[in-house]
């Protein structure tokens, strides 16, 4: 018999509010060149509303509401995603003992020199960058010290290789980041820079929202994952908790 390739399922969700997410979106309010934060982004936590919204998606894979509960829980190691996967965790979204699986490779886009800054100070404090990403577009522009979109693909090829690998014919969830999703989305339907760009341009990817794949068969020899649901928000809304979904300023997003 073949082994499977693929994952049965395969849920990816952004992690819940943060508190860079409340403060970029006072910064940008203010109209500020950065947003005030001090810790490092990878240690920036859950929002108590973010908090909300991964416990609600948590109740909602326990009530039964989805096909079936994750059995395997990746994330990205940085603390609102750990938090995110912890709180859905806790709240029944999978076993109690599922481990959380954290990979570095699901860790948000690194912005280097344009960390931290609003769309505004980018322009103001470093008007050449802003001027090269206008010309080269936010796929392929790579700040100093940090990522385009196709160093992110780069590195989230080897996750899917990984999955592929190891999970075959499992229910999988991801926890990360708005890009980490966009650009999951880019390599499991083979989309080009067009492509995800119009979809990036439609709607922002709501915290705790679910992208769902499912494994089909017939696509191609060995099947394949066909998209089911993208940025589905039904979890959040049914707990009457505040859907948000804080947008990807022109760099130094903390997403």
Known sequence: MTAKRWPSVLWIVRHGESAGNVARDVAAAAGAHRIDLTSRDVDVPLSPRGEDQAEALGRWFAQGQEDGRPEVLMASPYARAIATAKHFRG??????????????????????????LTAPGIAAVL???????????KFYHRPPGGESWCDVILRLRSVMDTVSLHHGGQRVMIVAHQVVVLCLRYIIEGLNEADILAIDRQADVANCS???YRFDPAMGQHGGLALARYNVTAPIEAANVPVTNAPEP??????
């Open 210 to 212: 679910i992208t769902e």
């Open 91 to 116: 709240h029944g979204g999978c076993a109690e003992d599922t481990p959380i699986c954290c990979d570095e490779r699901l860790r948000e886009k690194e912005f280097g020199i344009l960390d931290g």
């Open 127 to 137: 008007p050449d960058q802003a001027e090269f990403r206008r010309l080269l577009g």
């Open 250 to 255: 022109i760099q130094g997003v903390r997403g």
